[in-house]
């Protein structure tokens, strides 16, 4: 039997800052850039600078559109993008920079064929 350990604790491992960057994928699984500091993070998502934040996107149907807002921060900019399969995403409109921390608001067409899913992307 081996002394092997599958699961260590936080203390035991780092994952901040812990690839080497030659041999890391460019963004995490939310699209955000890596790395966010000097070295690349270990694992699907890439602890990013308090400054470079994607805020949560509310999404509220009403009929035929959907409602979408976020809290935006001053001088910011970010791509609101759709996709239909989580995979493919397209661009809808880039948004900033902004003057001021403020509430953004913007209404789709809802089309259940072709924008499913929404999300905020940093540039």
Not at 36 to 54: K, N, R
Not at 69 to 90: C, H, I, P, R
């Amino acid at each position: 039997m081996s002394n092997m350990r599958f699961c260590p604790n936080a203390e035991e491992q780092q994952l901040v800052n812990e690839v080497q960057i030659q041999l890391a994928q460019s963004q995490d699984q939310r699209g955000l850039p890596r790395p966010s500091g000097q070295v690349t993070d270990i694992g699907a998502y890439e602890l990013q600078h308090i400054g470079s934040q994607i805020p949560a996107l509310t999404i509220a149907p009403s009929q035929q559109v959907l409602k979408l807002s976020f809290q935006g921060q001053s001088n910011a900019f970010y791509y609101l993008q759709s996709s239909s399969t989580l995979s493919n995403w397209k661009e809808i409109e880039l948004i900033g920079p902004l003057t001021n921390n403020v509430q953004v608001n913007r209404t789709v067409a809802y089309n259940s064929g072709s924008n499913g899913f929404f999300r905020l992307f940093l540039p």
